[in-house]
Nanobody, 133 residues
Framework: EVQLVESGGGLVQAGGSLRLSCATS????????IAWFRQAPGKEREAVSCVGISDDSPFYIDSVKGRFTISSDNAKKMVYLQMSNLKPEDTAVYYC??????????????????????????WGQGTQVTVSS
């Protein structure tokens, strides 16, 4: 059974930093793409970042490029999201997600000029990040 448990959320002032962690178990970590999503109050869930098993570099949405960094530790089966220069609009519940993407090796697909994150099936319970102004 795939299990994901996020931690590291909290309250931080604008300009501050947080590191989210996601402990995983129950699957072959090296064969899975990893991702972070977030959902702000009253808004739809959005992808923040992802890495496929053959991606040369991570994907980030424009609003977090240069501020967020996704990483993983295969030996510990951990996924991380380092967030810096946080802004009030980053306030959301953040979710870790994984999927083998049916052996597709990239976490995004390109359509009509845009990159979209593929569908991820396995999710954690989320961790709240609140950025005060």
């Amino acid at each position: 059974e795939v299990q994901l448990v996020e931690s590291g959320g909290g309250l931080v002032q604008a300009g501050g930093s947080l590191r989210l962690s996601c402990a995983t178990s129950g699957f072959a970590f090296a064969d899975y793409a990893i991702a972070w999503f977030r959902q702000a109050p009253g808004k739809e869930r959005e992808a923040v970042s992802c890495v496929g098993i053959s991606d040369d570099s991570p994907f980030y949405i424009d609003s977090v490029k240069g501020r967020f960094t996704i990483s993983s530790d295969n030996a510990k089966k951990m996924v991380y999201l380092q967030m810096s220069n946080l802004k009030p609009e980053d306030t959301a519940v953040y979710y870790c997600a994984v999927d083998n993407l049916n052996s597709v090796k990239t976490c995004t697909y390109y359509l009509d000029g845009y990159y979209y994150v593929r569908h991820f099936r396995y999710w954690g319970q989320g961790t709240q990040v609140t950025v005060s102004s």
